[in-house]
């Protein structure tokens, strides 16, 4: 602690001098963060102080949660789902596999079955309730292997993951095939969407993913990626409104007797931000955006082709990747590296269409010379 504060003005140069130093977004193409929608801003600057951890002081903010709630679920084909506002994918993906251990207690030594290409939140998740991975190998285009899947298995299942929006790759694992084996089993089933959420519902050929196919159980989705939200803004929805109960502890202190979210104190204002921006631009002007980074990616890919960088895989979603090597890719660009080694690139909404020109440009200057 400084022992005695220093002036306004003076403390504000030191925090934008730091803030300089940041990557300017212009050159981000590694994130599955965004610029956040203006009205987003401007929701969350309304909503600063409120804790949504203690509802009942917050009646109004916690309204605009469950309407959150009740947009996703409703987008997702279940509008009487259940669901809250997460600090993001990480805590919806621990979350829903708390959920599938509990809805099997009896089992003493439960695993769960999770495609290779599954975000490294499972691994903290399963590290954390102590379940063992079954990882399930990927096809040629790094979407899961269903069949695989199915012949993992086992009486000491618990649940299984399906990922529609891959981190890496941006494909979409075949869900329905999943739900369908879910089904058959009886078996937990968790969509990872926390990427694919805000985007396959706004394709021109949505890929099914959601709770229309009866195997679904939850569902995680990240306002705070494409839903252009400020940070921090996830949210885990359930199919049954009643889910969520089963996490419940007792909070004697609080305006609410119990609870289930995993935070205590959590920000209400990422939370209207996200709903603030759905309901700005509706269904209409989500697929106008999403319809801009599909366009965006599908030049990208073209044009690093015509320079010479084959693409990985044909993505279902906005996410491009390459087989190219480190040193070809210039400053102060910012890409990122699978674990197989391809560059990896995101069309967020910042990632406008002369980015990408620029972004083009400079790698044809950059392996020409
Ligand atoms: N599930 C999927 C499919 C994800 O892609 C991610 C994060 C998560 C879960 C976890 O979400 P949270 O990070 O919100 O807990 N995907 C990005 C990644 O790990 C997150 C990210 C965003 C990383 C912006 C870097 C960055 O600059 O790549």
């Excluded at 400084?2 to 140069?13: D, Q, V």
């Excluded at 109960?245 to 205590?264: R, W």
């Excluded at 491009?320 to 699978?338: D, E, G, H, I, L």
């Excluded at 990408?356 to 790698?363: D, R, S, W």
């Amino acid at each position: 602690m400084l022992n005695k504060g220093i002036r306004e003005e003076e403390l504000f140069a030191f925090l934008a001098e730091k803030k300089s130093a940041d990557i300017d977004h212009d050159y981000i193409l590694s994130s599955m963060c965004t610029i956040p929608h203006s009205v987003a801003v401007r929701a969350h600057c309304m909503f600063m102080e409120t804790n949504l951890g203690d509802p009942g002081l917050f009646p109004g903010t916690f309204s605009l949660e469950q309407l959150l709630v009740k947009r996703l679920g409703t987008l997702y084909g279940c509008p009487d789902a259940g669901g809250y506002a997460t600090s993001g994918g990480t805590e919806s993906n621990i979350q829903a596999l708390r959920l599938a251990r509990a809805s099997r207690s009896d089992v003493a030594e439960p695993n769960v079955i999770v495609p290779e290409s599954a975000h490294f939140s499972f691994k903290k998740a399963c590290d954390m309730l102590g379940l063992t991975v079954r990882p399930v190998a990927l096809d040629l285009n790094f979407r899961m292997d269903a069949e695989m899947a199915a012949g993992l298995i086992d009486k000491n299942t618990v649940g299984m993951v399906g990922i529609a929006g891959t981190t890496e790759y941006g494909m979409v694992d075949p869900i329905a095939r999943l739900a369908a084996i879910a089904s058959q089993h009886d078996l937990f089933f968790h969509v990872d969407a926390a990427f694919g959420g805000l985007v396959i519902p706004f394709l021109d050929d949505p890929i099914p993913f959601d709770f229309s196919l009866p195997g679904v159980t939850t569902i995680a989705v990240d306002p705070h990626k494409m839903g252009m939200s400020t940070i921090p803004c996830g949210g885990l929805i359930t199919r049954d409104p009643e889910l969520l109960n089963t996490l419940n502890v007792d909070t004697p202190y609080l305006t609410v007797k119990q609870a289930y979210t995993l935070a205590g104190t959590r920000p209400g204002a990422p939370v209207v931000g996200a709903l603030a921006v759905l309901d700005y631009l509706g269904v209409e002007g989500m697929k106008a955006v999403v319809a801009g980074c599909m366009k965006n990616t599908q030049r990208l890919i073209a044009g690093m082709e015509t320079i010479g960088f084959a693409r990985a895989v044909t993505p279902d979603l906005n996410v491009a990747t390459f087989a190219c090597p480190k040193v070809a890719v210039p400053a102060p660009w910012r890409v990122s590296w699978t674990r197989k080694n391809h560059l990896r690139t995101v069309c967020m909404p910042h990632v406008h269409a002369d980015r990408v020109e620029a972004f083009l440009l400079a790698m044809q200057e950059h392996n020409t010379r």
